[in-house]
């Protein structure tokens, strides 16, 4: 069963750069929208979508279907279940669905721990960093339960371009860390091509900008690619490491 518009609804914490425009596609698309936000400015992208604040991670879990969290790592997700009241609050039937990138093994060890209570884990890390999340045309990849998946698709699909069903627990983040390898491969491959480009006495920018390569870096990295002619860096390791800020979650 799929989630409905009309009565589904979903909480989220983690409103950063990535989670804020997730949070704001899922309630632009008709679901009820619960949030927590530490701090208050954090709440400024939902501005103009409807949305309940809610004062504790407890009042949020016990008042949504669905809870999704975009947190920087799997500890941060612990530390949300370890606040006061949130095990209580978490109920039968409920799901739990994780937008970042962690350890497949930990995740597991969470979609346990969880099952316990009879809630259900979804490691659903995406890719695509802020750029997409605002375009919402992240990629979610998912693992866990597959009837929980089916339930959340509507969800995802929100700030979705693709969201897929892995396999079960930890597939969702095997299949992430196998993306972010093949970026970073791409990112040595590209750092290469900027060196060479640049001893072969061309304008990187220029070759970039007519060959399309540039847009596609940066489409892949998740970033907007530049408009106008702005100084592109340099073909040396300085370069190589502005390339690697654009996508700061990337883990080799």
Same mark, same amino acid.
């Given at each position: ?12 914490? &983690?409103? #950063? ?17 619960? $949030? ?8 400024? @992208? ?7 604040? *809610? ?29 006061? &009241? ?10 739990? /669905?994780?937008? #970042?990138? &962690? ?9 346990? *721990?969880?099952?316990?209570?009879? $809630? ?7 890719? #695509? ?6 375009? +919402? ?5 998912? &693992? ?18 693709? !969201? !897929?069903?892995?396999?079960? =627990? #930890?597939?969702?983040? @095997? ?21 060479? $480009? ?5 304008? @990187?920018?220029? @070759?970039?900008?007519? =060959? ?24 040396? /390791?300085?370069? *190589?490491?502005?390339? +690697? ?8």
């Amino acid at each position: 069963m799929t989630a409905n518009r009309r009565t589904a609804r979903a909480g989220f914490i &983690g409103l #950063g750069d990535q989670g804020a425009p997730m949070a704001q596609a899922i309630g632009d698309s008709g679901f009820g929208l619960h $949030v927590r936000a530490r701090r208050p400015q954090s709440l400024d @992208v939902l501005a103009r979508t409807r949305h309940t604040v *809610h004062d504790s991670p407890a009042s949020l879990a016990a008042a949504v279907d669905i809870l999704a969290l975009c947190l920087r790592d799997d500890r941060d997700i612990w530390q949300v279940l370890g606040t006061p &009241g949130v095990e209580d609050a978490l109920r039968p039937g409920l799901i739990l /669905a994780s937008h #970042g990138t &962690g350890d497949p093994g930990e995740n597991r060890e969470i979609a346990g *721990h969880l099952a316990g209570k009879k $809630v259900a884990y979804l490691d659903a890390p995406v890719s #695509g960093g802020g750029a997409r999340a605002r375009a +919402r045309t992240l990629t979610t990849m998912a &693992g866990g339960d597959r009837t929980a998946y089916q339930t959340c698709e509507p969800v995802f699909a929100a700030f979705s371009r693709t !969201a !897929a069903y892995l396999g079960p =627990s #930890g597939s969702g983040q @095997v299949t992430k860390l196998l993306s972010n390898a093949m970026t970073m491969s791409n990112l040595d491959n590209a750092a290469g091509l900027i060196r060479l $480009v640049s001893r072969l006495g061309l304008d @990187v920018q220029a @070759v970039l900008d007519v =060959s399309g390569g540039g847009s596609a870096i940066l489409r892949a990295l998740g970033t907007d690619p530049p408009r106008g002619r702005r100084p592109y860096p340099g073909p040396d /390791a300085q370069g *190589h490491r502005a390339l +690697r800020r654009r996508h700061p979650r990337l883990r080799p």
